[in-house]
Nanobody, 122 residues
Framework: QVQLVESGGGLVQAGGSLRLSCAAS????????MGWFRQAPGKEREFVAA????????IYAESVKGRFTISRDNAKNTVYLQMNSLKPEDTAVYYC???????????????WGQGTQVTVSS
């Protein structure tokens, strides 16, 4: 079993940057593909980015491509989401999740963190 804890959220002005972190417990972190999702008020949870087990393969939602970067440090059991050029529409609760395959589908992710709030002001 994997427990995930996100951190790094906060309030930032449009055009600014934030880096989210997701710390995982357990010795099997490197066995999992990791993803980031977000959910804005009144909207469904949506895929943001995912990384395979060693970071050599990453995928992004079109809405964040070129602005967000997912990375991971298996020695630290941590996955990151660097968010640059933030827009008000990026405001959401951001979740990290672990899956056995690299995928954009939330149903494929077995373990989820509690989420961290990101608010981008205009």
């Amino acid at each position: 079993q994997v427990q995930l804890v996100e951190s790094g959220g906060g309030l930032v002005q449009a055009g600014g940057s934030l880096r989210l972190s997701c710390a995982a417990s357990g010795r099997t972190f490197s066995s999992y593909n990791m993803g980031w999702f977000r959910q804005a008020p009144g909207k469904e949870r949506e895929f943001v980015a995912a990384s395979n087990w060693d970071g050599s393969n990453t995928i992004y939602a079109e809405s964040v491509k070129g602005r967000f970067t997912i990375s991971r440090d298996n020695a630290k059991n941590t996955v990151y989401l660097q968010m640059n050029s933030l827009k008000p529409e990026d405001t959401a609760v951001y979740y990290c999740a672990a899956a056995m395959l690299i995928t954009t589908r939330s149903v494929d992710y077995r373990y989820w963190g509690q989420g961290t709030q990101v608010t981008v002001s205009s």
